[in-house]
């Protein structure tokens, strides 16, 4: 189905998870550091969907689309920057295009799972549906303050040279 393939977001993942290399000389995966990456997010996002109120989401949403602004705006500027420039330079604009790319997924996901906690809670369903996509915010939401962190440092690198 044509429809389902424009629709496709795995290669936008893959390619970002493809920038967790452990140093400059070997490209490979640092599965470690996945699998602490993701058992940090997953427990501070069980953490704070048990403990945080529901109804302060809206709290998120202004800064979230904030930095999803500023991401949109870099895109542009690191597009213009890859002209003439090293190869080692070149790689690095290309995983900060996909750590940018990811960012502005999980970003959408966010607003995704807030209009649905907000429906959640406008039909009254029960706690417990409502903590688990309340959980699921959050997840995405670290996901984004993480590689938007990654975007930051590897944008200062790009521009230090």
């Not at 998870?17 to 490979?28: I, V």
């Amino acid at each position: 189905m044509i429809f389902l393939e424009r629709l496709n977001i795995t290669k936008i993942i893959v390619n970002h998870f493809s920038t967790f290399y452990n140093n400059q000389d070997s490209k490979e995966i640092d599965w470690l550091e996945l699998a602490v990456y993701f058992s940090i997010l997953l427990l501070l996002s069980a953490f704070s969907a048990v403990f945080l109120p529901v109804t302060r989401l809206n709290v998120i949403l202004t800064p979230l689309t904030i930095f999803t602004g500023f991401l949109f705006s870099a895109l542009f500027v690191i597009i213009d920057k890859k002209d003439g420039k090293t190869n080692q330079i070149k790689e690095l604009i290309s995983e900060v295009y996909d750590n940018i790319s990811f960012s502005i997924l999980m970003s959408f996901f966010v607003i995704l799972f807030v209009i649905i906690n907000y429906v959640m809670i406008s039909f009254s369903c029960d706690e417990i549906y409502n903590r688990i996509v309340l959980g699921i915010v959050y997840f995405f939401l670290l996901n984004f303050a993480y590689s938007l962190m990654m975007v930051i440092k590897r944008l200062y690198k790009i521009f230090e040279n």
